[in-house]
């Protein structure tokens, strides 16, 4: 058995990450000194918030590759994709407009495949498309379905649970020639892959802050200007972002995930290799000791941080009861309360047995070699000990 | 000289004279027509939105960005909808069919 660590190895980055300090640091101002509201335009400190605002706006676009009055700031991804769906249906019925399908994909998460499936009492038509047992949408299948007058494709960047990076570009291109809208999911996916947003041919982007070292309670819904992309608001009230998300701005959040878009655009190229190479050897380690382990999802569309494995005859639960000092998941947080197994998994065409035996593991920012050490002795000593 | 017409808020056709280079906006005050224009035609508010007749849309110059990002703030967009004062009568536009729109938002009046 190794050594107990003196605090528990989080190993969970995909359900959340850790503020960064540098990301805290940056907000702790804009809580008590600078407390103004950014709305207030008649006075100076009112003028500094919005400022601020302004600033963390330019961050976010320059990280993704849009303009900053693109940006509409939010609560997080679930909002984000809330309005970016229901938002997009809402104003298409409002202007008459005759197409009803709205197409995603079974690996998308909750808040997107529910999002859809509301729509059908609206009079839209949901369909939701299988994956390759890579994880990947194949792109001749959102070809087929689009034969069908569709108004929007949501695909998410990355998948929260297998790190699978869908081909953006290629996929919204083939929405673009079918007249289709196309959103994506992004909250995996900002500053941990490359996205520009122009070049992908985007119209939607979803993101959130606790995913890429920022702060919880706050996101963004990239929305294209050109051409431009309208949807109905969800809410009523003071007319903030324009129009788009009424309520008064969080200066700190709003800060805190400036920074942290900051810093990802300046270290994505040297953190990635670093995290695979974590990665790497974690997996390379379980292999050489828990024989007939399984990689689940594309080994090289994936982000260098994700491992989803799946172990030969250890369940999951049983595992991370064996291990309490170390943070793991089974599937993502939003699900993993509910017994039931990953539909992620089930539509990679895992069995029940197979998908109850599978751990998703989440390497970032703050994740150090000892930690992976820690994680693969431990977990192939629990795996021998249960297996026994 | 070119004339036009306003379908206004109840249905009622007003067929009036729209002299060339007049913006639809200005046309409309001339003739009494109850359109707003709070902004007088700057681009700052979307206070005198009207709907073009499908027949005429494509006829028009395209709406700037600016445009566009005002019409995201007015009420009841529709396809076609677009902002009287950006709309300038041309010979080519000779007949030209606008629709009032059920609501309009003044932000100045908060």
Same mark, same amino acid.
């Given at each position: 058995m190794p050594l107990r660590p003196n605090r528990p190895v989080y190993l969970d980055n995909q359900a959340t990450t850790p503020c960064d300090p540098r990301v805290l640091q940056a907000m702790l !101002?804009?809580?008590? /000194?600078?407390?103004?509201? !950014?709305?207030?335009? /008649?006075h100076a400190m009112g003028r500094q918030a919005g400022a601020a605002v302004e600033q963390a706006r330019e961050q976010l676009a320059a990280l993704i590759g849009a /303009? !900053?009055?693109e940006l509409v700031f939010t609560s997080g991804a679930t909002e984000s994709n809330n309005i970016a769906i229901k938002g997009a249906a809402c104003y298409a019925a409002a202007v008459g407009e005759t197409r009803r399908r709205v197409v995603t994909v079974a690996t998308e998460h909750k808040c997107v495949l529910e999002s859809v499936a509301d729509l059908r009492a609206e009079g839209f038509e949901p369909v939701m498309l299988p994956v390759r047992p890579d994880g990947l949408l194949d792109p001749a299948v959102l070809a087929e379905a689009l034969e069908v007058p569709t108004l929007l494709v949501s695909v998410m960047a990355v998948n929260n649970e297998t790190g699978v990076v869908q081909d953006l570009a290629g996929l919204a291109a083939v929405a673009r020639h079918a007249g289709a809208l196309f959103h994506t999911d992004a909250a995996q996916g900002v500053g941990k892959v490359p996205l520009d947003v122009a070049a992908m041919d985007i119209d939607l982007t979803s993101i959130s802050g606790h995913k890429i070292y920022g702060p919880k309670g706050v996101g963004a819904l990239y929305v294209r200007r050109r051409p431009r992309v309208r949807l109905a608001p969800l809410f009523s009230g003071g007319g903030q972002e324009r129009g788009l998300r009424s309520g008064t701005l969080p200066v700190p959040l709003i800060v805190g995930l400036g920074e942290a878009a900051r810093l990802a655009q300046a270290e994505m190229a040297a953190e990635a290799p670093r995290l695979a190479a974590l990665r790497d050897r974690l997996l390379e380690r379980l292999q050489a000791m828990v024989p007939g382990l399984v990689v689940n999802g594309s080994r090289t569309a994936r982000i260098a941080g994700n491992l989803n494995v799946t172990f030969p005859t250890a369940t999951a639960a049983a595992l991370m009861a064996a291990v309490p000092e170390l943070c793991v998941s089974t599937g993502s947080a939003c699900s993993s309360a509910e017994l039931e197994p990953s539909y992620v998994l089930r539509a990679l065409g895992l069995s029940d047995g197979a998908a109850g035996r599978t751990l998703r593991i989440g390497i970032g920012r703050f994740t150090s070699p000892a930690d992976i050490e820690f994680a693969a002795t431990a977990l192939a000593a629990a795996h021998s000990r249960i297996e026994a | 000289m070119p004339r036009m017409t306003f379908i206004e808020r109840d249905g009622t056709r007003r067929d009036v004279e729209a002299p060339l280079g007049l913006s639809v906006l200005e046309i409309a005050h001339k003739h009494g027509v109850d359109i707003e224009g709070a902004c007088e035609g700057?681009?700052?508010?979307?206070?005198?939105h009207v709907i073009v007749d499908p027949a005429w849309s494509d006829k028009l110059a395209k709406a700037t960005e600016d445009e566009e990002d005002m019409l995201d703030l007015a009420?009841?967009?529709?396809?076609t909808s677009r902002l009287g004062c950006q709309i300038v009568m041309t010979e080519a536009l000779d007949g030209l069919v606008v629709r009032l729109p059920q609501a309009t938002r003044n932000v100045m009046n908060g």
């Open positions: !101002p804009w809580f008590c /000194e600078q407390f103004a509201n !950014p709305h207030s335009v /008649e /303009e !900053p009055r | 700057s681009l700052a508010c979307s206070t005198c009420f009841g967009l529709e396809k």
